[in-house]
């Protein structure tokens, strides 16, 4: 298994180039956001906030990353082992980045 910083960096790198990457490289991915959600307690604080700026990324990049996969029913099929709803990441297909990480606006 990686250690922590790989599987952050490997995320990281993921989520916010996902052009080119298949089926099974998204489902890499799922998997090592899987293992550092698993872990988040032991995240330095600059490792959580590159976690949180990744997360946006990959809610951004919501619509190429399951075009990448085949569309949206080809990444449905990825959430074979019933992750918890709380991984918001399973779940691209049902949400928009705007509902993690609403626009700020100025008054």
Known sequence: MMNL???LKAYETDAANPA???RFEVLNMLTNRDALEEQ???LTT?????LLFADEK?????????????GAPEF???RQHNPMPSAWWWFLEQISA???FPAE???
């Open 58 to 70: 990959l809610a951004t990049n919501s619509g190429q990353i399951i075009s990448e996969c085949g």
């Open 105 to 107: 606006t100025t008054s």
């Open 76 to 78: 449905v099929k990825l």
């Open 98 to 100: 705007e509902q993690f």
């Open 5 to 7: 910083e790989a599987l």
């Open 46 to 50: 600059l490792q959580a906030a590159r």
């Open 40 to 42: 988040r307690s032991k």
């Open 20 to 22: 080119g990457l298949g």
